[in-house]
């Protein structure tokens, strides 16, 4: 493809727009719930979520302003060309001062000022996001009458996926039952942690570069740093289980050992997880007791994925098979979670989660077992609830997984 083939491949369809300004239709009906004249948002995850753009790097912040007749950016002068190439929304304002590009102020809440006048209002913040610099700006500079939470209610609307958001957790899908199932051929083959890594990552991005190219992999990002690649495989093992991510390191796994590939692949702005408990050879009475543990319950929350099943009784279903198999002192916390633009998203599969499986949730089944002397077993696939039951997104090896070392 020429460059010009390349900027139209990645620009957004108009069935996305679409989902896009009903996500944004959704916001302005819970501001007129909640009384809120003007909601502005910071955390990468929901500018993305609201607008499709991705800045990638964060130096100069982009905000997504929703008010009751628009939503729309506003970004740095230095972002104007791809947000307008890449993202969803009709209107792209800028602030800030880079090459041609018209700016409605040098800084950016002197901006919403000259966007928003001066009119008293109630903003719509993300409580858990927004820092109190950020909120004394935004009284400095607008008529705030007061402030309203709206950081539960962006993540409520993220919790089920639209057809677009779907299509990109399958592709991820791919990507990380790629890089981990090459990681465990390398484990196979005598490489180490950190090599068998590598071998998963160049996989996943092998399998990119020949079928999905058009969707970006970046990450979203901080002031500090930018995510440029997450095409990502790591491995732990034994002992570091314990620590529930790390660096792969260049240990070559043992016999008697537990070693685990995961992965994770972000698909413009979307990302499942794939994580595979494996043993080297033979491995002693506990570690396989638990191994077996594990298994059956993941197939005690299989058996209970639908609509209308509580989170809560998933949960306590696979606990009862850690506790039948001598393992109630080290139970977890959660056996699954959410999965969509952020890697640990909500909802979590837990104790005291009262809400029902919907369709359209996306979620990871991973009920596990973890101390410094077992190490850990844990098997993570990803799920969509569908209509009548659920649908794997992730299709690596789901039984025992044993390679000689």
Same mark, same amino acid.
């Given at each position: ?18 989902? %896009? ?11 007129? @719930?909640?009384?809120? $004249? ?32 628009? /939503? ?6 230095? @972002? *104007? ?31 919403? @000022? ?33 402030? %309203? ?12 996926? $639209?057809? *677009?958001?779907?299509?990109?957790? +399958? ?13 465990? !051929?390398? &484990? ?31 990450? =979203? ?6 995510? #440029? ?50 043993? %080297? ?5 506990? +570690? ?9 319950? +993941?197939?005690?929350?299989?058996? @209970? &994925? ?15 098979? =850690? ?20 890697? *640990? ?17 996306? &979620? ?8 410094? !002397?077992? /190490?850990?077993? +844990? ?5 969509? #609830?569908?209509?009548?039951? =659920?649908? =794997? ?13």
């Amino acid at each position: 493809m020429n460059s010009q083939e390349i900027l139209d491949s990645k620009r957004s369809s108009p069935e996305l727009r679409g989902y %896009v300004k009903e996500r944004i239709e959704k916001m302005q009906a819970t501001m007129a @719930r909640k009384g809120v $004249d003007v909601v502005i948002m910071t955390r990468p995850e929901n500018v993305f979520y609201f607008s499709n753009f991705n800045p990638i790097i964060i130096s100069h912040v982009p905000y997504f302003i929703v008010t009751p007749e628009k /939503g729309f950016l506003l970004v740095h002068c230095i @972002r *104007h060309d791809h947000a307008v190439n890449e993202g969803a929304v009709d209107e792209v304002l800028c602030y800030g001062k880079w090459g041609a590009t018209q700016a409605i102020a040098m800084d950016a809440y002197d901006a919403m @000022r000259e966007i928003l006048g001066d009119k008293p209002m109630t903003v719509g913040i993300e409580g858990d996001y927004a820092s109190l610099s950020v909120m004394n700006k935004l009284k400095e500079k607008l008529n705030v009458k007061g402030f %309203v939470d709206i950081a539960q209610d962006a993540v409520d609307q993220r919790l089920i996926k $639209d057809p *677009h958001e779907i299509e990109m957790c +399958r592709i991820s899908g791919r990507l990380v039952d790629t890089g981990v199932s090459r990681a465990i !051929e390398a &484990l196979e083959g005598g490489y180490s942690e950190a090599a068998a890594c590598t071998e998963g990552q160049y996989a996943m991005r092998q399998l990119w570069h020949k079928e999905y190219q058009q969707y970006e992999v970046s990450g =979203f990002s901080n002031s500090e740093t930018a995510q #440029i690649d997450t095409l990502c495989v790591w491995c732990m093992s034994n002992e570091r289980l314990n620590y529930g991510c790390d660096c792969a390191t260049g240990y070559v796994p043992q016999p008697g050992d537990l070693t685990m590939p995961m992965s994770w692949a972000r698909v413009a702005g979307y990302n499942v997880e794939n994580e595979r408990s494996v043993m %080297v050879g033979q491995v002693n009475e506990t +570690r396989r007791r638990a191994y077996d543990a594990m298994l059956r319950a +993941r197939q005690q929350v299989f058996d @209970r &994925l639908r609509p209308g099943t509580i989170f809560e009784d998933l949960y306590f279903a696979a606990m009862k098979e =850690f506790e039948d198999a001598g393992f109630g002192s080290i139970l977890p916390g959660r056996c699954g979670h959410g999965m969509g633009l952020s890697t *640990h998203e909500f909802p979590s599969v837990t104790k005291g989660n009262k809400a029902p499986l919907a369709p359209g949730m996306v &979620l990871t089944v991973e009920p596990g077992l973890m101390s410094a !002397e077992l /190490g850990a077993v +844990r098997n993570s696939d990803t799920v969509l #609830i569908t209509e009548d039951g =659920f649908e =794997f997104l992730t299709h690596s090896k789901r039984d025992e997984i044993i390679i000689k070392g």
